[in-house]
């Protein structure tokens, strides 16, 4: 699973995506949306599970089909800071850190966060 939030207010500033290990390219997103109060966007945006809108998912998909693959499991969006480009960055890591890297325990923070700056849409 990968959250990211960047600039509060910002629109393309929070997304979430779930998924194992690539396996082809699946979607089962749960239609029940619902609140996820936790989330890394704060009290700066309503981010909803299982809320991904039709430009987001297509910037998904597109991503994800290059890299093998996904079953995407669980999405999330905020009402303000989600956009096409903040799904599509979040999908690219994504892809990356699963054809370059491995397992994420076995990394700092600090390198995720070098990883993540050189990864780029």
Known sequence: ???????????????????????????????????FAESLAGRGDEVLLGDLGHEELLAVEGVLETGGGWHLMVVASGQVGSSPNAFQRVATFLNYFNREVGPVEELSETTIWNLWDQTRP
């Open 1 to 35: 699973m990968l959250e990211w939030a960047g600039r509060i207010g910002h629109p393309t500033s929070y997304a979430l995506l779930a998924a194992p290990a690539p396996v082809g390219l699946i979607i089962e997103i749960p239609t029940e949306k619902r609140v």
